[in-house]
């Protein structure tokens, strides 16, 4: 079996894969911010807390394993293109205008880890502080806090919005390196 035929087997499955997982988990960011937010921000601060701590955990997994396993399918297939364009005797190919759409794609889906980090790590710790305190017992009532509850509910949906649109946009690149 030759080279060529391999990655003309396996390209297909591996940008479909790579650019419906980004977008499932842009979906699943977008989503939080823009439909669960506005829904549970009604409610008492410990509810509140709870519910957010609920999102946070249900989605963690979904969303870093989407983002991580399509990094790697991007970062893949930018490395076979990369091995395309040194044999290829075409300087004017759209090769490497279409490994760089693969690279920033791997890019936006892996800087999921560090914008959460860098960005928003303050944010969730404030937030599994209070859901943590609501579960055990100890923040029931007014003691978790209506404006710090809030506050930083509506301030982790504002950086998670972003989140989503960054790897939305990474899902863009992704399918425009995949089309030319």
């Not at 880890?113 to 923040?139: D, F, H, W």
């Amino acid at each position: 079996m030759s080279a060529s035929l391999v990655s003309e087997t396996i390209t297909p499955v591996l940008q479909t894969y790579s650019i419906l997982a980004l977008a499932l988990a842009a979906g699943f960011n977008l989503s939080s911010s823009l439909l669960t937010l506005p829904t549970i921000l009604p409610s008492s601060p410990s509810a509140l807390a709870t519910q957010w701590g609920t999102l946070f955990n249900r989605g963690i997994v979904p969303v870093v394993t989407f983002s991580m396993s399509s990094a790697a399918g991007f970062a893949l297939l930018a490395y076979n293109t990369h091995s395309l364009l040194s044999t290829s005797i075409d300087p004017n190919s759209n090769l490497t205008l279409k490994r760089n759409l693969y690279v920033a794609a791997a890019v936006g889906a892996v800087s999921l880890a560090p914008y959460t980090q860098i960005l928003m790590g303050s944010v969730n710790a404030a937030l599994k502080e209070r859901a943590a305190r609501v579960e055990s017992g100890k923040g029931s009532g007014g003691e978790v806090g209506v404006e710090d509850t809030h506050g930083l509910v509506r301030q982790w949906g504002y950086w998670n919005l972003r989140r989503g649109g960054m790897l939305l946009v990474g899902a863009a690149c992704g399918v425009l390196g995949s089309v030319l």
